[in-house]
């Protein structure tokens, strides 16, 4: 600061200025790579958040670090075009089109992050899904129990068959959470329908096979059944979104390239003006 002070006063007014102007370019592009490394890494925490609220918290600050950004870009262009500044210039307009081509898919991340739909439907399924599960199991062999022994082999059949029907359903809702490709989703929707669909029938076959003692128990079971059918309905529902895992592939893809491009850039401007900055103080 001492050496900046001295030089100033050395030198003429328009000297002055320049020493200026290249003190504000140099804090400008300092304070532009540090909100674009704010940014990226705001927006990072936003698609790896797990809670909705810590997801929303995240794509606000990297909202307000583009904006911070652009700001920056504004104020430092003209400075550098009174400094005549050629290759400063064509380092922040390479910028800039890089910083252009992040905001265009932020602009499909961030609200996509922010949706959490396959961690949500993961919880549906570790929570209201697997309970539905746990009783439509309980009611049902609770009704198979009541079985008379003549038709305790078929009904204790039966039951195992719808059991299995909900549990498999159970296990590819994991599958198809995870999953990212559209015709493997349609093949396990398929699956998960024929598993309901011999779940139902396994219960309705029951009827005819225990006594009217099971009624309540099957009428349980049923309705068990068919909240389960709502629960994966609204699973596949939240799935086949696929924020969480189309937000991550654009961080990880395109966006990973264009925000190191980004950085490599700014990092060349700030030193490039630390260089004039440091000549003109000596």
Do not use: W
């Not at 904006?67 to 262009?77: P, T």
């Not at 039951?159 to 809702?173: C, N």
């Not at 929707?189 to 219960?203: D, F």
């Amino acid at each position: 600061m001492t050496i900046v002070v001295l030089a100033a006063a050395a030198c003429g007014d328009g000297s002055t200025l320049v020493l200026n102007q290249q003190a504000e370019a140099h804090r400008l592009a300092s304070h532009l790579h540090v909100q674009f490394s704010r940014a990226a890494d705001a927006s990072n925490r936003a698609v790896m958040a797990n809670t909705d609220e810590t997801s929303r918290a995240a794509a606000r600050e990297a909202e307000q670090a583009t904006r911070a950004v652009q700001r920056d870009i504004d104020a430092l262009r003209p400075i550098l075009n009174n400094l005549t500044y050629r290759d400063e210039i064509g380092q922040l307009d390479a910028f800039a089109t890089r910083f252009a081509q992040y905001q265009a898919l932020d602009a499909d991340i961030l609200p996509l992050a922010v949706e959490n739909t396959n961690i949500k439907a993961q919880r549906l399924s570790f929570g209201p899904a697997s309970e539905a599960v746990d009783a439509f199991r309980l009611s049902i062999e609770s009704a198979g129990h009541m079985a008379a022994a003549k038709n305790a082999p078929t009904v204790d059949a039966l039951v195992a068959r719808a059991a299995a029907a909900v549990l498999e359903v159970q296990v590819i809702q994991a599958r198809h959470i995870a999953e990212s490709d559209e015709a493997a989703m349609s093949n396990m929707e398929s699956a998960m329908a024929a598993s309901e669909s011999s779940a139902r029938k396994a219960l309705d076959s029951l009827k005819g096979l225990l006594p009217p003692g099971a009624a309540t128990q099957l009428a349980m079971a049923a309705e068990d059944l068919a909240r389960f059918t709502a629960i994966n309905a609204e699973i596949v529902a939240l799935s086949r979104r696929n924020s969480n895992v189309r937000s991550l592939a654009l961080s990880l893809g395109k966006k990973r390239t264009v925000t190191a491009e980004g950085e490599d850039l700014l990092q060349a401007l700030e030193d490039a003006l630390a260089r004039h900055h440091f000549a003109a103080t000596r």
